[in-house]
């Protein structure tokens, strides 16, 4: 019996690492002798740094860098096994986790303090680079991290504009005279789940902004700050990133990467299952556990289960999710290569309940489904 554990973090409930353990311990206690193999996941999220160093006994770095408010935060990035390759979360510096719902404020939000951990690893000599760019409390197009990199932003006054993506609208010229020169010869893998472009209605402003406290007045002109900032960018550097794929991810932080860094635009899932060598594993499987909090139409595009059960079709390995909550049909998974789904929630349940009783829930259910699926081993 062989079986691969991928899931990817339940968003405010548990880490990917920490679902691996308490599946695991549930398998064990049923066959002791099954072979489990553990590969959290992550899908450009939070939880993708830790994902990609513990499947490269890689190590971390922690600085205290500028958060969303431009309050100080400990913010931690990752090596990989390598000893050359960096990872980059810019949810450690920049992202909702550092902010209460009151707090949430994408027109003043910066994402200064994820330029900052990309200097802190420059300057410790690396110039290979993956950034995991969601989970951001940020719309302020990387604004902040350029000028953390030495970008001057400045008004019609030759002032530096201020953080946010509601000083956007100032902006009248950038010169990259000060920016770091150390990244022209670097590299950058962008980890994104998203292909969204920066501006309009499928664009940075009016498909997250409201996540991140935005107002529909306020997504109106962050849009149009961000149409401003992109027509700047095309005006001095040629650049046209307006409807670039992606280039809406993270408040259009992937817009200044697709702008102003040497980059390559991949599919998170697929950088995480890369590095994990997940596909070396697959051939003994007999199956595979993934999932993520919530299981939707929404993880049909780019998230985790979808790009495990993609690789896992290619050796015929049978998947099955778990998720917080199903809310999708067992026709459409089945499309995808998805024997089955279940959600944690074993009666009626408030989120909070939910929430509090997750470790024992999913130790549950991974019981109730290892012993199902192979009944004919007791």
């Known amino acids: 019996m062989n079986i691969i554990l991928a899931p990817d973090s339940f ?75 960096c990872v980059v979360e810019m949810a450690e510096a920049s992202g909702l986790k550092h902010l209460a719902e009151s707090q949430l404020n994408p ?59 509601g000083a956007l609208a100032n902006l009248d010229t950038i010169n990259l005279s000060t920016f770091d020169s150390r990244i022209a010869n670097a590299s950058f893998i962008i980890a994104s789940d998203v292909n969204n472009p920066l501006v309009g209605a499928e664009g940075a402003s ?43 991810a993270a408040g259009g932080l992937g817009g200044a990467f697709k702008a102003f860094f ?33 299981i939707d139409y929404q993880s049909l595009y780019g998230k985790t289960p979808i790009g495990i059960a993609r690789c896992a079709q290619q050796f015929n390995v049978p998947v099955i999710l778990i998720g917080g909550t199903v809310d999708i049909t067992i026709e459409k998974l089945n499309e995808h290569g998805i024997l089955s789904a279940f959600s944690l929630v074993n009666g009626p349940k408030s989120l909070s309940d939910t929430l509090a009783n997750s470790e024992e829930l999913i130790q549950a259910i991974t019981k109730n489904i290892i012993s199902t699926f192979f009944h004919y081993k007791i």
């Open 11 to 85: 968003k405010g409930s548990m880490s990917a690492t920490n679902i691996t353990k308490l599946m695991r311990s549930s398998i064990t206690s049923l066959y002791p002798n099954a072979i489990v193999q553990t590969l959290p996941m992550g899908d450009g999220g939070e939880g993708t740094m830790k994902a990609l160093i513990n499947a490269t006994n890689g190590q971390l770095f922690t600085e205290v860098v500028t958060g969303p408010l431009g309050e100080q935060v400990q913010a931690t990035y990752g090596v990989l096994g390598d000893g050359e390759t």
């Open 107 to 165: 027109l003043i939000t910066t994402t200064f303090g994820t330029g900052e951990l990309i200097l802190s690893a420059l300057n410790r000599g690396y110039q290979q680079f993956i950034l995991a760019i969601g989970g951001s409390a940020t719309n302020d197009a990387g604004a902040g991290m350029l000028q953390a990199l030495g970008a001057q932003l400045l008004d019609t006054q030759g002032n530096a504009i201020g953080f946010g993506g």
């Open 206 to 248: 009016f498909v997250f902004g409201k996540q991140k406290g935005a107002s529909n007045t306020d997504l109106q002109h962050l849009d149009a700050n961000l149409l401003h900032f992109a027509n700047i960018i095309e005006s001095k550097l040629n650049v046209h990133i307006h409807d670039f794929p992606g280039a809406g």
């Open 262 to 294: 040497p980059c390559e635009f991949r599919n998170g899932i697929d950088v995480v299952i890369e590095y994990s060598k997940l596909t070396s594993y697959l051939a003994d499987a007999d199956l595979i556990l993934s999932g993520e909090g919530k």
